[in-house]
Structures are given as C-alpha cells and as structure tokens.
C-alpha cells in the first residue's frame, strides 16, 4: 500500500467537502477519483500535498503519516498537473526546463531530444518547443503538461482532470504513456467517460 486515507474530514466555512473519507491506493495502480463539481477532486490533491490540512483523520505515504519530512519525501516524489494549467511564462522550452530547476529533479535533468521526443509521442510537433507557452491551446498546453509528468519520472503522478481538452486519439496517446511504467502509481480526477474507464479502479467521493 502505498497511500491510505482514514475518516478524513474537511470543511471550508459554510461547506463540508468529506467527511469520514477512507480509501487505500497500492503502488503501481491508476485510480480515478470521480464526483460532481464541487464534490473535493481537486481539494482531495490540495490535502495529499499538504497544502490544505484535514479537520480530523491521518493520511499516510509508505506507512507513515503525511506530515513534517515525510511529507516533503512525498513531493519529491509526486509530480502534479493541475486543472488550470498555468505552468508559467515565456517559451514552452523555458517552462519544460523550469521544474529541473528544483533540487529534487536535478539529477536526472533530460536532454533536449528527450523533451522533443516525449512532445512527439504525445502528438505535438518539434517546433512547438520554441512557441510562447501562452499562445498554445488549451489541448496542447494539457499535453505539455503531461509531457513534463513522465519527464520527471516521478513514482506518483496527481493529474486534475487530464484529458478535458483532447481528442480520443491524444488521450490514447497519453493514456499509453503515463502507463508505461507499470510501477508508477496515478492518481487522477475525471469526469470523462473515456478515462475512467481505462483506469484500474474509481472511487466515488460522493460515497467514499
């Protein structure tokens, strides 16, 4: 088991999110987290990242819980698209280059022919790499985006709904990829059909 959620309980003022939420992922699994909007999907990240805190209940990587150093191990080794996809400014390259910035990607930065050969099998041209990352649709920003999730070989992947802007034929190019690496553990929130229905297991937070 690589993470497990016990009664989580948490609230904004005014509305309650989850209460009483449990769940158990294993390593190497793809699990979709679907629900309404305004259900938790994206709030449900915020708490394993640690930028919200539960009101009540314990979170745990690897057996321990997700607090102090241990939840700075679990940043390292998670890499998260967020549904705004606002991955910064300037050219697609100075954005592909930006995360290897970070001390915990440092040591294994990817050459240039990698990124380009990674933006090709997601179906986006070489010369997209020099374009202002602003002027891109929003398709290949997402696909840009999960671009840099398998460049940063992360062991778990946090994607907020990864596929709203692409056509089947780019969500089987991405579906393929990201699951390349039987051992990466992917996290994802979706309300498209077609995701959820390659995933190896759907949690309902709305009767999790």
């Not at 003022?13 to 992922?25: A, M, R």
């Not at 150093?69 to 967020?82: E, I, M, Q, V, Y």
């Not at 915990?104 to 933006?119: F, G, I």
Request: include cysteine; proline fraction near 4%; charge should be negative.
């Amino acid at each position: 088991m690589i993470l497990k959620a016990e009664n989580i309980s948490f609230s904004y003022p005014g509305e309650t999110l989850f209460s009483g939420l449990s769940f158990q992922i294993e390593e190497g699994e793809s699990v979709v987290f679907k629900g309404e909007s305004g259900s938790g999907k994206s709030t449900l990240f915020r708490l394993l990242l640690g930028f919200e805190t539960p009101d009540s209940g314990r979170l745990d990587y690897r057996g321990k819980p997700l607090t102090g150093d241990h939840l700075k191990s679990f940043r390292k080794d998670t890499a998260w698209l967020p549904q705004d996809l606002n991955l910064g400014e300037g050219s697609v390259r100075h954005v592909m280059d930006f995360p290897f910035t970070f001390q915990s990607s440092q040591n294994h930065v990817p050459d240039h022919k990698t990124r380009k050969d990674v933006l090709n099998d997601l179906g986006l041209d070489s010369d997209l790499y020099q374009k202002e990352y602003r002027d891109l649709s929003t398709g290949q920003r997402q696909r840009v985006g999960i671009a840099l999730c398998i460049l940063l070989d992360k062991p778990v992947l946090l994607l907020d709904e990864p596929t709203s802007a692409l056509d089947e034929s780019s969500k089987e190019l991405a579906f393929k990829h990201l699951r390349s690496d039987h051992k990466r553990t992917l996290l994802s929130t979706s309300h498209d059909p077609w995701w959820v229905e390659r995933c190896d297991r759907v949690i309902d937070l709305e009767t999790a």
